[in-house]
């Protein structure tokens, strides 16, 4: 387990956070979009896999570009409340 290097040790922390965010995502008397439930799942899988990867072992280092990419991905899901049809939002027409 790497622990002397801030890099991994943010990322790791950075990809936890999102992914218990998007774990606990609850909006009481929302429409159901089954494509965001699908996109938020494939998402909590992949940034949760970092934390587990780390702590067994198989995670030795991270770049710069994936922390800055993982740190702004972080800011919008928190500045979403873990909404991730809000942070695509923009990409779909008519809005």
Do not use: Q
């Amino acid at each position: 387990m790497v622990t002397n290097d801030p890099m991994v040790i943010t990322n790791v922390i950075t990809c936890s956070a999102i992914a218990l965010r998007l774990m606990f995502f609850r909006k009481p008397g929302a429409h159901h979009e089954w494509w965001a439930s699908w996109l938020a799942y494939l998402l909590v899988l992949a940034y949760g896999s970092v934390p587990f990867r780390y702590f067994f072992d198989d995670y030795n280092h991270s770049s710069w570009a994936s922390l800055i990419i993982n740190l702004v991905f972080c800011a919008a899901v928190f500045r979403s409340k873990g909404n991730v049809a809000e942070i695509l939002a923009v990409l779909r027409p008519g809005r």
